[in-house]
């Protein structure tokens, strides 16, 4: 059975931060594109960061950009979003997500997403 878990998230004051990891079990997903999205109440899910396969490649939103690194480490199946300069508007349950295998779009869509974690909150207090 596949399975992303996400941990690491929590309360944390404006301008701390945070380290996210996903675990992935069931298959390995080294030659699978991995994006964080985040859902705040009341608002749909969006795309956070993406990592290609092989790691050459990342995105970002413009909102988290300069202040959010995403990185994988295959041999461990595990990506992270190392999230810093954290703002109250980044409150939101944050998401693991995988693409298709050799997709090299690194920027999904939600419609593009094959596998989901069950996220973690993260509350930046101001």
């Known amino acids: 059975q596949v399975q992303l878990v996400e941990s690491g998230g929590g309360l944390v004051q404006a301008g701390g931060s945070l380290r996210l990891s996903c675990a992935a079990s069931?298959?390995?997903?080294?030659?699978?594109?991995m994006n964080w999205f985040r859902q705040a109440p009341g608002k749909e899910r969006e795309f956070v960061a993406g990592?290609?396969?092989?790691?050459?490649?990342?995105a970002y939103a413009d909102s988290v950009k300069g202040r959010f690194t995403i990185s994988r480490d295959d041999a461990k199946n595990t990506v992270y979003l190392q999230m810093n300069s954290l703002k109250p508007e980044d409150t939101a349950v944050y998401y693991c997500?995988?693409?298709?295998?050799?997709?090299?779009?690194?920027?999904?869509?939600?419609?593009?997403?094959?596998?989901w974690g069950q996220g973690t909150q993260v509350t930046v207090s101001s």
């Open positions: 069931g298959r390995s997903f080294s030659s699978s594109p």
């Open positions: 990592i290609s396969w092989r790691s050459s490649s990342t």
């Open positions: 997500a995988a693409g298709r295998r050799y997709y090299t779009n690194y920027r999904l869509s939600v419609g593009q997403v094959d596998y």
